[in-house]
């Protein structure tokens, strides 16, 4: 199982920094940045968000800044096979959007057009939803993605 961040960042305006991604997984798609966990220096998943934000978005942050909204597994999602994601929202605002970079192109987009816009299934049908609700409390999903574009979520009995 490979492990990762997924970075919700907002501006001012409040839409959210996402990023037309020009690699695999998600390729064409518009998504959160973020990136793999490096478990082979047992990184956390607060400091993968940190590293990957200064990486990928030129954001100087520290473990005060991020906070934890859910965790998300995909069995065998499409390139990349079976998955764990760390939510992360930052707790500040983006003034700025950051410049492009070899893995994508960054826009800001307001939620009320998100439909507007190629994003994954996964997280159309799934996260968002969940992410708009701001709770204090971090949600736990489970979706199965082996019979991809079908989507299904995992409840397990009580």
């Known amino acids: 199982m490979k492990l990762a961040t997924l970075l919700y960042i907002q501006n001012d305006s ?5 990023m037309e991604r020009l690699k695999n997984p998600n390729k064409g798609l ?7 966990i490096e478990i082979e220096i047992a990184e956390s998943p607060i400091f ?6 200064k990486e990928e978005c030129g954001i100087d942050s520290d473990e ?3 906070h934890l909204s859910g965790i998300v597994t995909e069995t065998e999602y499409p390139h990349i096979g079976n998955v764990m994601l760390f939510l992360m929202e930052y707790r500040k605002q983006l003034k700025e959007l950051p410049s492009d970079f070899e893995e994508g192109n960054f826009l800001f987009i307001h939620p009320d ?3 507007d816009h190629n994003i994954p ?3 159309k049908k799934f996260i968002w939803s969940r992410i708009f609700q701001k709770n204090k409390e971090p949600f736990f999903i489970s979706l199965d993605c ?13």
């Open 113 to 115: 057009n998100f439909n």
């Open 146 to 158: 082996k019979n991809f574009p079908e989507i299904t979520e995992i409840n397990y009995p009580n």
């Open 30 to 36: 518009i998504s959160p940045p973020g990136g793999k």
């Open 121 to 123: 299934e996964t997280d």
């Open 64 to 66: 005060n800044d991020w």
């Open 14 to 18: 409040g839409e959210y920094l996402l």
């Open 48 to 53: 993968c968000a940190i590293r990957e934000a």
